[in-house]
């Protein structure tokens, strides 16, 4: 089945902690993106990446780093979490740019 | 940059009613895709159509469609005949076609779509 695995689900953690979420596709995408979701603010895109060892920022990059040494997996990095960024995060996949994309089920972060 | 509007934050109709979700969009790429997407209360995304900008014909799913208007910049999606399993969050998203840069999917900030019994 193609998918885009996230991990976790749900993650509570405290001010400081580095954490890393994971993403991963089994479509052979090219491009992969991260976004966050807020209430009232919709969804914003973190960072993307193009292919292997091509990413950039997106709208809201400040406070995470991405990596993608292999094309199927995108982790996105909290080097240190503040409160500001618990959010509903998604990790998307696409042929390219703006084809289509597959979303993962989402990762629901507290910090606190 | 490109910038996608949903006016209406929250609508609330009674089952079977027909309802329109409201959806402008601003970019300057003569190219581009637009999209909606459904968010359950459970939280994923769940995709549900795709447009590109050289097709205006209006398209129809079941007891959904939608109105693409270039010369307006919008992009409407309506629900006929709204059932309680409707409720969701709506987004709308557009998204250059190909090429480079950092615009990707750039989403609207969604309608809560309450359907009552």
């Known amino acids: 089945e193609a998918q885009v695995t996230q991990n976790p689900r749900y993650l509570i953690t405290v001010t400081g902690k580095k954490l890393t979420v994971t993403c991963s596709q089994n479509?052979?995408?090219?491009?992969m993106s991260w976004y966050r979701q807020d209430p009232g603010l919709g969804l914003r895109q973190i960072y993307y990446?193009?292919?292997?060892?091509?990413?950039d920022k997106g709208d809201v990059p400040e406070g995470y780093k991405v990596s993608r040494k292999e094309k199927r997996n995108f982790p996105l990095i909290l080097e240190s979490p503040s409160p500001n960024q618990t959010s509903l995060y998604f990790c998307?996949?696409?042929?390219?740019?703006?084809?289509?994309?597959?979303f993962g089920s989402g990762t629901r972060l507290t910090v606190v | 940059a490109q910038k996608v509007t949903q006016a209406q934050t929250e609508i609330s109709v009674v089952e079977k009613e027909d309802v329109t979700l409201d959806c402008v969009y601003e970019?300057?790429?003569?190219?581009?895709?637009l999209f909606w997407y459904k968010q359950p209360p459970s939280g994923e995304l769940v995709f549900l159509i795709r447009?590109?900008?050289?097709?205006?014909q209006n398209e129809i799913s079941g007891r959904y469609s939608w109105n693409f208007q270039k010369s307006t910049s919008s992009f409407n999606f309506t629900i006929t005949a709204s059932q309680v399993v409707d409720s969701a969050v709506y987004f709308c998203a557009l998204s250059p076609i190909g090429g480079g840069g950092a615009d990707g999917l750039t989403f609207g900030k969604g309608t809560h779509l309450i359907i009552q019994p």
């Open positions: 998307a996949s696409s042929r390219d740019r703006g084809y289509g994309y597959t």
């Open positions: 479509m052979n995408h090219e491009y």
């Open positions: 990446s193009m292919n292997v060892e091509v990413t």
């Open positions: 447009r590109n900008s050289f097709d205006e």
């Open positions: 970019t300057r790429d003569t190219t581009y895709y």
